[in-house]
């Protein structure tokens, strides 16, 4: 399949709407593949916290677009990332998710074995053949950069610019890059992670995230802190605008309680209020005054998603040992109030109902700019 074709028949409709991607974006396990290749595989992808890796040795296995990628923290304490594949005969070096190696990576079916750096250092019978040159023999490299205490990916010979595609997305939404420093997220620790295992495309999820149209319908505790919420327009619509949270409310919390002190980076003007941020093509970032929500997709199959949520506080906090539960609460049920409605929605993808795709009202009229992004992608 070397091309996919994005755009169908619409009906004619009021000018206000505009069409989504057809029914088949989100069902064809073709387009899935060609998405794995020219999206993932192209594209800066937030693979993992960087405190997951936190020592010498430790690791994490991810899957980025169909690859499996090892992020490994050498003894020299920097963080790089390899194709988890043994030059040898293809085996898997690790098949665990994560764990700890002491010295070096050693695969488990002929014992080759791989500095932490990624260089061939032992082989059986390697010194008897003088004629191979280990250096061409280590792992296959893969681009690495660490931004916001989260370790980005890219599987592209030739990367795009990171400065001009991830932290260009949070400039678009900010208004400045620089903005989102006064949340000092590469200093806080994880006080919380759920995993969510979403029986829905991923496109799906990303475009529940990006709008508030269905926020009054599906969301009661959320517009209770956020009113703005409820008038449909998601606070991504407005470059720079953070909704405000409601006169009685005194945290980012289940109940509009009180949560925690805000963060010594975040100033008035920044103060009560809720910021969203999309960068494509697998992160959700969410800055409340007190601590961050932040939400990476693994897109595994056609209709099925796994997204990872870590809840992010100061250390003060965490060494506290404060009760998160009712800071976490709120964006849990969030999230599980949005993949129900994601998944109520991926069956019907693959009716002719939807064969056309939907439309978008003009609050979602942002998420058009989602769909072109992933039309180019594709069919490029």
């Known amino acids: 399949m070397s091309s996919v074709e994005v755009h169908s028949q619409q009906p004619e409709s009021a000018s206000s709407l505009i ?10 396990a073709a387009v899935f593949e060609i998405e794995q290749s020219r999206i993932f595989q192209r594209n800066w ?10 020592t010498p040795g430790s690791f994490r296995n991810v899957d980025v677009g169909g690859e ?45 074995t791989y500095g932490l750096d990624g260089s061939l250092i032992a082989a059986p019978n390697l010194n008897s053949m003088h004629d191979v040159n280990r250096d061409e023999y280590g792992l296959i490299g893969v681009a690495l950069q660490e931004w916001l205490g989260t370790v980005w990916v890219c599987l592209a010979d030739e990367p795009p610019s990171f400065a001009d595609t991830v932290q260009a997305a949070v400039a678009a939404r900010l208004g400045d890059s620089d903005v989102i420093d006064g949340w000092g997220i590469d200093d806080l620790v994880v006080g919380r992670r ?39 327009y998601a606070a991504q619509y407005f470059v720079g605008h953070g909704a405000e949270f409601g006169e009685e409310i005194t945290g980012f919390t289940v109940d509009g309680q009180s949560g925690f002190e805000t963060l010594s980076g975040v100033d008035e003007d920044h103060d009560r209020r809720y910021y969203a941020i999309t960068i494509n093509p697998q992160v959700f970032i969410n800055l409340v005054p007190d601590h961050v929500i932040f939400h990476r997709m693994y897109p595994v199959a056609v209709d099925r998603t796994i997204v990872e949520c870590d809840w992010l506080y100061t250390q003060e906090v965490i060494d506290s040992g404060a009760d998160l539960s009712r800071s976490v609460e709120l964006f849990h049920r969030v999230n599980q109030q949005d993949f129900d409605a994601c998944e109520r929605c991926q069956p019907a993808m693959s009716s002719r109902a939807y064969a056309s795709g939907g439309v978008l009202v003009p609050s979602e009229h942002h ?13 490029g």
């Open 19 to 28: 069409p989504t991607l057809p029914g088949s974006h989100y069902t064809d």
């Open 68 to 112: 499996s990628v090892l992020i490994v923290r050498g003894r020299d304490g920097a963080l790089r990332a390899f194709l988890n594949v043994c030059r040898h005969r293809g085996a898997r070096l690790c098949l665990e998710e994560s764990g700890s190696v002491r010295r070096s990576l050693q695969c488990p079916y002929h014992a080759w």
């Open 194 to 232: 759920i995993t969510y295992d979403v029986k829905a495309n991923w496109k799906l999820i990303v475009e529940n995230f990006m709008e508030c149209y269905h926020c009054a319908t599906i969301h009661p505790e959320l517009t209770e802190v956020l009113p703005e919420f409820a008038d449909g």
């Open 367 to 379: 998420i058009g700019e989602f769909r072109d992004w992933v039309a180019a992608a594709i069919s």
């Open 45 to 54: 992808f937030a693979a993992a916290r960087s405190s997951d890796m936190a």
